[in-house]
């Protein structure tokens, strides 16, 4: 017997790759208690989605336009939002994990995960429960912490990208010293040579 409607439980999924993005909402469509109520390809358009929808569960990759998977977290969490997040993703980094879990996220997969985990994962989750990798459990509280302030994380994610000082300025609503600051307070952090170097320091940390 078929579980009734409203009685499914309701997820938005949040992923920037369209072919990744339907894969996984028809492997959840086929589960008789779970329903996809909306999807969403970019973190803003996630954190408006689940906004407006309330579902009981959201997955989402981390790296994304405009907001990454984290940073919505967050933003859920601060605001009240009954929601379980689950981060779903290629990045097997203890520091992505501990800031996952920082951010309020119930749930940290990897994407090359069984199949049926995921939908095994959601329903633990909505039951209140915390699902996650194993191993990077064990590794995310013996590795070094991360170093940086959200916005230096920002700043630098940006400058990253090649943005230039001017338009992270203009983009954050900071003045180009500031956005300067930042970077230097970030590479002295990390150790890096320049901007692009602790950029890389950070990602490969898995704290960008």
Do not use: C, H
Not at 76 to 88: A, D, E, F, T
């Amino acid at each position: 017997m078929s579980v009734a409607k409203r009685d499914k439980i309701r997820v938005v999924i949040a992923e920037d790759q369209a072919m990744v993005l339907g894969a996984l909402a028809a492997l959840l469509e086929m589960e008789d208690d779970i329903e996809v109520v909306a999807r969403a390809r970019d973190g803003e358009e996630a954190l408006r989605t689940v906004q407006q929808v309330r579902p009981e569960v959201f997955i989402t990759d981390i790296e994304m336009p405009k907001l990454s998977g984290l940073e919505v977290a967050a933003e859920l969490k601060q605001s009240g939002i009954p929601v379980r997040v689950i981060i779903l993703t290629t990045f097997a980094r203890a520091g992505y994990l501990r800031r996952a879990l920082e951010a309020g996220a119930s749930g940290y997969l990897l994407k090359d995960m069984p199949a049926e985990q995921l939908a095994d994962a959601v329903r633990r989750v909505q039951k209140g429960l915390r699902v996650i990798d194993p191993q990077l459990a064990a590794e995310a509280w013996s590795d070094e912490p991360d170093p940086l302030t959200d916005r230096e994380r920002q700043v630098l994610r940006l400058a990253g990208e090649g943005t230039s000082t001017l338009d992270i300025a203009n983009e954050l609503k900071l003045s180009e010293g500031t956005v300067r600051n930042y970077l230097s307070e970030a590479i002295s952090k990390l150790g890096a040579v320049n901007r692009v170097d602790a950029a890389r320091i950070a990602r490969s940390k898995g704290w960008l």
